[in-house]
C-alpha cells in the first residue's frame, strides 16, 4: 500500500490535497476541524455522520476507511457531556469511547493511515493534580469520580496511538484539550458542560424575567475554557509539527472561578438578576488548568480570548436556536 504522504516531513504544511478524515465531523469539536481546514486550504476533506457509518461498529468503520483512503485522520468523535450525563451513564460513556477509539484505530492502520490525531481530554488527569497539570502527571492518582468511565476510555486511546506507535511504527499522536465552548456545542441543561449550560440558563431567565438563576456547586472551582476554533488551528498545527507518543495539552494556560465565569455570561446574555449558588450540588474537580508550556514551544498560542469567544457563542446560539432577544 502507497503512503500518500511520501515525501512530506514534519515541519513543513500538510500537502493542501491530502485526504483528511475528520471523525465525528457534525460535533462540537469536528465541525471546527472541518471549518479550519477548509480556511487553511485542503480541498478533500471527509466528514461522515453517526447515521451512514457508526463507529462503534468494526465491520463498518472499517470498510469506509478502506473506501475512503485517507492520509490523515482527526479523531473527534465521542459520546460527551457534562457532569450530570457522566455521573448518569458510567456505562455508555465507557463502552462507546472504547469502541469507537478502538475501531478507528484499528481501521486507520489496516487501511495505511500515515497521521493520525485522537484527541481525549483534560479530565484524564488525577483530581487533585499539581496545577498546572503536567502530561506526565497521567496515571499518578485518583481520578474525579464523576466522570472516571470517560477518563478512563479517553486514558485507552492514549494507550492505543502509543501502542501502535511502538509495535508497528505509526506516527501517530494525541492531544488533551481543556474545556471546550463554541458555535456547534450542546445547549441542553441535562446533558451539556458548564458553560453552555449557563449559558442556556441564563438567556431562558432573561426571556422569561426570572429573578434569579441557580447554578450548581459553590462557584469556587476555577476552570480554563478553550474556543473550538483556536483547538482546531492547533490540531492543524500539531499535524504538521509534533511526533511524538507522549499526548500534548491545548489550552489557553489561564483559568477562572466558576463564579466569574457566570459573570461574564450574564452579562454577555444581558440578565441582570441574582445568582444563587446550589451548594448540596457537586463541585467536580476544584481546579483543571493545563501546563501548556511544550505546545508553546511548538509556536502555538489561542488567539480568541474568552469574552469575545462568549459573545460569539451567544450569537451562534440565538442564531441556531429559534430563540428571540
Known sequence: MSDPLAGWELGRP?????????AGSSGLVGSAVVRHLHAAGFTDVVGVRSSQVDLRDLAATTRFLDETAPAVVVDAAARVGGIAANAAEPVEFLHENLRIQANLLDAAHRAG????????????????????????????GALEPTNDAYAIAKIAGIMGVQSYRREYGRS?????????????????????????????????????????????????????????????????????????????????????????????????VGFTGEIVYDTSRP????????????????GWKPTIGLAEGLASTYRWFLEHQGAQS
Open 14 to 22: 500538510l500537502p493542501r490535497d491530502s485526504r483528511v478524515f475528520v
Open 113 to 140: 493511515v500515515p497521521r493520525l490525531l485522537l484527541l481525549g481530554s483534560s479530565c484524564i488527569y488525577p483530581k487533585f493534580a499539581e496545577q498546572p497539570i503536567r502530561e506526565d502527571s497521567l496515571l499518578t
Open 172 to 268: 501517530w499522536i494525541s492531544a488533551m484539550p481543556t474545556n471546550l465552548y463554541g458555535p456547534g456545542d450542546n445547549f441542553d441543561l441535562e446533558k451539556s458542560h458548564v458553560l453552555p449550560a449557563l449559558m442556556r440558563k441564563f438567556h431562558e431567565a432573561r426571556v422569561s424575567g426570572a429573578p434569579t438563576v441557580t447554578v450548581w456547586g459553590t462557584g469556587t472551582p476555577r476552570r480554563e475554557f478553550l474556543h473550538v476554533d483556536d483547538l482546531a488551528a492547533a490540531c492543524l498545527h500539531l499535524l504538521e509539527t509534533y511526533d511524538d507518543p507522549a499526548p500534548i495539552n491545548v489550552g489557553v494556560g489561564d483559568d477562572v472561578p466558576i463564579a466569574d465565569l457566570a459573570a461574564l455570561v450574564a452579562d454577555v
Open 283 to 298: 463541585d467536580g474537580t476544584p481546579r483543571k488548568l493545563l501546563d501548556v508550556s511544550r505546545l508553546q514551544a511548538l
